[in-house]
């Protein structure tokens, strides 16, 4: 079983406009505090961010936020965290997330959370790490990026190992499951000569 004791989420900095998916941000928070799973996120009190991180403070868990200098100075950032790492700029702000969780996880979001999800991604792909990822699927969010994917997979741009390797589920639990049971593969399908 892998060790998940710390989980980095990538997740929206605004609100959206689906309920469920604001209950889904609480119900992953409070999950965290009840397991003593450390949150680590972007620091933002906005949005869904907001949402997860007050979840897992309401409920005594414990929060890690990483923020680089120039968001900071938005007056988004939450001040009531039981750590607030500032970082440089955005390219040590991942590393940080990276080098101080054992699992990530995203949930619905824009564009900024695609960008955290596939990069992470792409570092399993290459071996980088070996950390589970998990998207949560709430309503159905993430079906058409899923569609998409089967697609890249059809098409030949993603082998079917590489697609293997972000574990999805539309419930909380479910997704923590396939987490903790993750094996990264040994050899980084994509390094070896008939990865095709
Ligand atoms: P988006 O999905 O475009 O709303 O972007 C959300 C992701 O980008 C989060 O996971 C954050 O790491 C980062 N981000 C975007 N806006 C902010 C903000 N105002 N404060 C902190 N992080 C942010």
Excluded at 5 to 12: L, P
Excluded at 39 to 67: E, T
Excluded at 92 to 105: A, P, Q, T, V, Y
Excluded at 148 to 177: A, H
Aim: charge should be negative.
């Amino acid at each position: 079983m892998h060790r998940l004791d710390t989980i980095c989420v990538f997740c929206g900095s605004s609100d959206g406009n689906d309920q469920l998916i604001t209950d889904a941000a609480k119900e992953l928070g409070q999950t965290f505090a009840k397991h003593n799973i450390t949150l680590v996120y972007g620091a933002a009190k906005i949005g869904v961010m907001g949402a997860l991180a007050k979840s897992v403070l309401d409920a005594s868990g414990k929060v890690i936020g990483i923020i680089p200098e120039f968001l900071k100075k938005k007056e988004v950032v939450h001040l009531g965290l039981t750590q607030l790492v500032t970082t440089e700029n955005m390219h040590e702000r991942k590393l940080k997330m990276h080098e101080l969780s054992n699992g990530f996880i995203a949930l619905p979001g824009g564009i900024g959370t695609l960008e955290e999800l596939f990069e992470i991604l792409t570092w399993l792909q290459l071996g980088l790490h070996t950390k589970p990822i998990g998207l949560l699927n709430c309503n159905g969010f993430y079906d058409d990026l899923m569609q998409l994917l089967e697609t890249m997979v059809r098409k030949g741009f993603v082998t079917m190992e590489n697609y293997e390797l972000l574990l999805i589920d539309s419930t909380v639990e479910g997704l923590l499951q396939k987490m903790a049971a993750f094996k990264a593969p040994n050899i980084p399908h994509w390094l070896t000569k008939d990865r095709a």
